[in-house]
């Protein structure tokens, strides 16, 4: 369930308070007094059995006394009343409550948890929502609800904020009061036993009140829906998290605070990363990230410019942005030139810009105008320290005297507080983003940059790959089986790098050896320098105990050798088993890198993919990025550049560049292993040496487990559903239908060159001569859990790009409930059945995932559409509010009944 009678919590048109209190100090009183005094103006009913009236309202002794039943109940009672509550108010229609009292299993409390499930089965027959239990409330602009025990009414205003913490909460309203911030929505979720984040995301992605969204996370639930709604959200306006329990004593006490499982903190990184989301660190990074997105328009890259009239504060927020990760722009010849003019001959003439103590307001202007021009530079960051030789505050009319429209580049910071003060009330006026210090600017900038790049993470094309990638999944699966009957969770050398040639990884061959005599039998085959590793099941990293010996040059030494490992590792090791040895010849790349790639299972968000700088010294060197499984190879060409050691790969000075695109492949392929077996617990390929000839697997090591059912439930993104793959004849014409992948925008793209215009127009009701990025991306990169479009291709075509001859698509809401479709034939390929089979298979696919009711407008001049809706048995009616538009509908539950307009 998602966003199913959510309406009822933030607009209800009646609302009853049970528990309510004549006490002010009591959480009952509280809410009396906050609920009444926001000026909601529809019914308020008060409950409670030992009042005949609160402050002159007349109160009702039982939920069955009500007058009429609440569109929203709010529940204040002790936890042993509540199911009992839910029940009865299901029962005379209420469709959503805010269960304010806590007891209900925090802290793994198993009689509170019988409660929690005992409200969840009263609320189920009538599709009850509720918010909570524990929780503080929650707060609505629109219909003037304040259904909290907060201290403090919050300003109306176009932010959401969103926490699992009361007191959080309470917080952020005492210090967004003082700094005159408003809200649409505040929402305390609490235990989160029904409507949690997911649900939030899904309700308020569609709230045209709400600017952006704030978010306090603790855990999450239900990982696939989260991440469903968040990716939909980021899309349409920006959302800001804060993760708390960031190190593992904080992850406990999150736990212990709210029941919510918290995963590792670089997970929930990887996952709102890919969801578009921008994370900060701190909670008053929440207003500034949203108030510096609100006034600046997106930036292209983390070039920054800064101008100021103290080198001193120039010096600082350099470091600042350099420790952030940012870069200094380098000036254009041009920009150069034109401040030479301006500016006295003692400028620094570079980046930062120190245009001099004894700045005018004029200078300020003039060096801010020619600076903003620079091409190099993504944003410009103006400084200033107060002097006796200037005015502060003029020098800020000044810059917002020449920045009449918005300033899409400008951010500034005035340091100090008298002068500093008045300046910013007038920056504030002219929508001018503005900081009280250099390191919070660079701040600021900082979380533009992030924000672009996470929105690009969305919007990214993958190249279509060359490489025709087909895993042996039948060798894969004999060796897990043949593991796990073995009761080893540990798979050998020669098993796990068996496992990555299955799926194409380019591996050392090793080979295996009972004892120090077949060591020296096998490096005399080898007829090359060899490396001897030891062989068992209890030591996964051999080099910590003596367990690796490379560059064995004879066989005599790799014999010699393993003996002497034998002695060191029983020392080192003693109880450890030993199974042999495995012996590899050495492969010699003199400039490859040694990477690690690597795999791990989170609880929560499944698969996660790492890529780093590897070796020995690994955990040491500490650099390292984690994304979500699944990954294509734009995806995992943004993982590898969050790395330092992606800047050694590019090439630098006369070193060439490795061979980026076959470690991007690796990482797909790696990614396709975790997504295709659930088994697969972890996994870490180090090193992994990669250079201009491409990569290669030195050694390897896999965790295995026993699994059941459907490998990819446990992923938080939905993968790409192969299953839905297949070969099919119309007509005598052989074609392949399938699902859309990210890797077939360019196919896209021709398949609309081949549409004519008027087949556009009925497609997107308007004329529209190309597809730009973020349409392309929208259409090409779904999530499967909530979308589906399959594309019909010609089975004859050759090379990498398929030949698209028709598309049709879907997009289900949150609640799996209603889907909308679209269809589009080439239009050089009507009249052969292809619309009428699309058709029909979209209609079989959403019957399949439980959707109930399937529709579309279809403009009335489309003779051909509303033709094959009428004869698939699709309901017409004419759109109230446009008589141009036929919305068809079809019911999934009923047989088909043709209906005429």
């Keep these: 369930m998602s966003t199913r009678n959510l309406g009822y919590v933030f607009k209800p048109h009646s609302i009853a308070l049970i528990g309510a209190s004549d006490k002010p100090a009591s959480v009952g009183g509280v809410l009396t007094r906050n609920l009444t005094a926001a000026g909601f103006d529809g019914p308020i009913s008060l409950v409670t059995p030992t009042h005949a009236s609160i402050g002159g309202i007349a109160t009702y002794r039982d939920v069955a006394s009500l007058p009429q039943a609440p569109d929203l109940a709010v529940i204040a009672t002790p936890p042993a009343t509540v199911p009992g509550l839910i029940a009865d108010l299901g029962q005379r229609g209420t469709k959503a409550a805010v269960v304010i009292t806590a007891g209900f299993g925090e802290g793994d409390d198993a009689a509170g948890a019988r409660l929690r499930q005992a409200m969840l089965t009263a609320a189920k027959p009538y599709l009850l929502r509720i918010v909570g239990p524990n929780c503080l409330g929650i707060i609505a602009a629109e219909r003037r609800v304040d259904a909290t025990f907060a201290h403090i009414a919050a300003p109306h205003g176009d932010l959401a904020f969103v926490a699992q913490s009361g007191a959080i909460i309470t ?137 100021s009239n103290g080198g001193g504060l120039a010096v600082m927020a350099t470091d600042s942005l350099v420790e952030a990760g940012g870069r200094l722009a380098e000036l254009k010849a041009e920009t150069i030139a034109a401040l030479d003019r301006v500016l006295p001959h003692t400028w620094s003439h570079g980046n930062p810009i120190d245009i001099i103590g004894d700045a005018s307001p004029e200078r300020y202007r003039e060096a801010v105008a020619i600076a903003r021009r620079d091409g190099n530079a993504d944003a410009l960051l103006v400084l200033n320290a107060p002097t006796a030789l200037a005015s502060p505050v003029e020098a800020a009319r000044a810059l917002a005297a020449g920045s009449p429209i918005r300033p899409r580049n400008l951010l500034t910071s005035w340091v100090g507080e008298r002068t500093a003060d008045e300046a910013r009330r007038v920056f504030a006026a002219a929508r001018i983003p503005t900081y009280a210090t250099p390191s919070e600017a660079v701040r600021g900038f900082m979380h533009l940059v992030r924000h672009h790049r996470s929105q690009q993470l969305l919007l990214q094309v993958p190249p279509a790959t060359s490489e025709d990638f087909a895993p042996d ?167 590898m550049a969050r790395t330092r050691i992606y800047r050694l790969l590019q090439g630098y000075r006369n070193e060439p560049a490795a061979a980026l695109d076959a470690i991007a492949m690796a990482l797909v392929k790696l990614s396709q292993l975790a997504v295709d077996f659930a088994e697969v617990a972890e996994l870490d390929i180090n090193p992994l040496l990669a250079d201009t000839d491409g990569v290669i697997a030195l050694d390897a090591r896999m965790r295995v487990q026993p699994a059941t059912g459907d490998p990819t439930a446990r992923l938080a993104i939905r993968p790409y559903p192969d299953a839905l793959v297949e070969r099919v004849v119309l007509r005598a014409h052989a074609y392949q239908l399938r699902p859309i992948r990210p890797e077939d925008a360019a196919a896209i793209v021709d398949f609309f060159h081949h549409l004519e215009s008027e087949d556009v127009r009925m497609r997107f009701f308007a004329p529209l001569a190309e597809l730009n990025t973020a349409l392309l991306a929208r259409l090409t990169q779904l999530d499967y859990d909530r979308e589906m479009a399959l594309l019909l291709c010609d089975a004859a075509g050759e090379g990498p790009q398929p030949e698209i001859v028709g598309v049709v698509r879907l997009a289900a809401d949150p609640d799996n409930d209603q889907a909308e479709f679209a269809i589009t034939v080439r239009s050089d390929q009507k009249g052969h059945g292809i619309g009428h089979f699309l058709m029909e298979r979209i209609i079989a696919y959403a019957r399949s995932r439980g959707i109930r009711t399937l529709c579309g407008d279809v403009l009335r001049e489309n003779r051909l559409m509303i033709e094959l809706c009428r004869d698939l048995g699709f309901t017409l009616t004419v759109l109230p509010e446009d008589a141009e538009i036929l919305r068809v509908t079809f019911d999934l539950t009923a047989a088909r009944v043709p209906t005429p307009v």
């Excluded at 505040?186 to 308020?204: A, I, K, P």
Aim: net charge negative.
């Design 473 to 639: 999944r039948d060798h894969v699966r004999r060796i897990i089986d043949t593991v796990l009957a073995e009761r080893r969770q540990w798979l050998s050398a020669a098993e796990s790098k068996a496992v990555l040639s299955a799926y194409g990884i380019p591996v050392a061959a090793a080979q295996t050896a009972r004892d120090p005599e077949e060591v020296g039998v096998i490096a005399r085959a080898l007829g090359g320098p060899c490396a001897v590793k030891i062989l068992s099941p209890d030591i996964t990293h051999k080099s910590d105990v003596g367990g690796v010996a490379l560059d064995l040059s004879t066989p005599e030494a790799a014999s010699a050798e393993a003996e002497s490992m034998l002695a060191r590792v029983r020392r080192a090791a003693p109880k450890a088993r030993i199974e042999g040895f495995t012996v590899e010849l050495m492969v010699s790349r003199r400039n490859a890198y040694e990477l690690i790639v690597g795999m791990t299972d989170d609880a929560q968000f499944g698969p996660a993919i790492l890529f780093g700088h590897g070796g020995t010294a690994a955990e040491i060197i500490d650099d390292k990025a984690l994304a979500l499984a699944p990954l294509n190879l734009a995806l995992a060409q943004a993982l």
């Design 171 to 307: 917080a952020m309203l005492d210090w967004a009061a003082a700094h005159g911030i408003g809200f649409s929505h505040v929402v305390s979720l609490g235990d989160m036993t029904d409507v949690d984040f997911g649900d939030m995301l899904d309700y308020l992605a569609n709230d045209t009140r709400t600017r952006a969204i704030l978010l306090y996370i603790e855990g999450v639930t239900a990982p696939r829906k989260f991440m469903s709604a968040a990716r939909i959200a980021a899309r349409t306006k920006p959302v800001i998290v804060v993760k708390a329990g960031r190190r593992s004593e904080g992850a406990r006490a999150a736990r212990s605070h709210t029941g919510a499982l918290a995963g590792s903190d670089a997970v929930y990184d990887a996952a709102f990363r890919r969801a578009g989301m921008l994370r900060v660190y701190e909670l008053d990074e929440l207003f500034d990230a949203a108030e510096t997105l609100a006034l600046c328009d997106p930036i292209a890259g983390d070039r920054l410019a800064v101008l």
